[in-house]
């Protein structure tokens, strides 16, 4: 919805519309970006320890997961850019912090 805007003269328009359109959207919904039709997710297998990356279309949960079952559990998204993770340590030691 936002391309080919330009940022500078639009100012904070620009957030202000990404605001109320998501918050038209709920926590459950999204909007489809083509960036991400090739996301890898890693996955580590709760019995053999195996861990694979999967395309996003096959990653999956496991009904018997503690986190799906008593909702507990923590995540940190960490981005690979470049063959670099970005902010690695920081995001770690937050990881590590809970």
Same mark, same amino acid.
């Given at each position: 919805?936002?391309?080919?805007? /330009?940022?500078?003269?639009?100012?904070?328009?620009?957030?202000?519309?990404?605001?109320?359109?998501?918050?038209?959207?709920?926590?459950?919904?999204?909007?489809?970006?083509?960036?991400?039709?090739?996301?890898?997710?890693?996955?580590?297998?709760?019995?053999?320890?195996?861990?694979?990356? !999967?395309?996003?279309?096959?990653?999956?949960?496991? !009904?018997?997961?503690?986190?799906?079952?008593?909702? /507990?559990?923590?995540?940190?998204?960490?981005?690979?850019? /470049?063959?670099?993770?970005?902010?690695?340590?920081?995001?770690?030691?937050?990881?590590?912090?809970?």
């Amino acid at each position: 919805p936002f391309e080919g805007e /330009d940022l500078e003269k639009q100012g904070g328009a620009r957030e202000e519309k990404a605001h109320d359109l998501l918050s038209q959207l709920g926590t459950h919904k999204y909007i489809l970006d083509p960036r991400n039709e090739n996301i890898l997710i890693g996955m580590r297998d709760g019995v053999t320890g195996e861990f694979t990356t !999967v395309h996003r279309n096959q990653a999956k949960v496991s !009904v018997f997961d503690s986190a799906f079952m008593l909702g /507990d559990g923590m995540w940190e998204g960490i981005r690979l850019q /470049d063959g670099t993770l970005v902010f690695r340590e920081q995001h770690l030691d937050r990881l590590l912090e809970n």
